[in-house]
């Protein structure tokens, strides 16, 4: 199949290089249309001020305690 050993060798770079060539393309998903980045600031801001109204645990400090002396 290969003449000399050379070659096969040569293949098996060629083959890498390949690899790492089809590795580095770029994979990240396509930017946003203009409709959807308004829709996501929007959802974004609604979940802030849900959080911002949303009350933190109650406070327990000051109430009876379970413990028997």
Do not use: W, Y
Not at 10 to 33: F, G, N, S
Not at 39 to 54: G, R, S
Request: glycine share 4%; net charge neutral; proline share 7%.
């Amino acid at each position: 199949m290969f003449r000399r050993h050379g070659s096969r060798r040569e293949v098996k770079k060629l083959i890498l290089c390949v690899l790492l060539l089809t590795a580095c393309r770029d994979h990240r998903p396509p930017a946003p249309t203009a409709e959807q980045s308004q829709q996501l600031n929007e959802a974004e801001n609604l979940l802030d001020n849900m959080a911002a109204n949303e009350e933190g645990p109650a406070d327990r400090s000051t109430g009876p305690s379970n413990r028997s002396d």
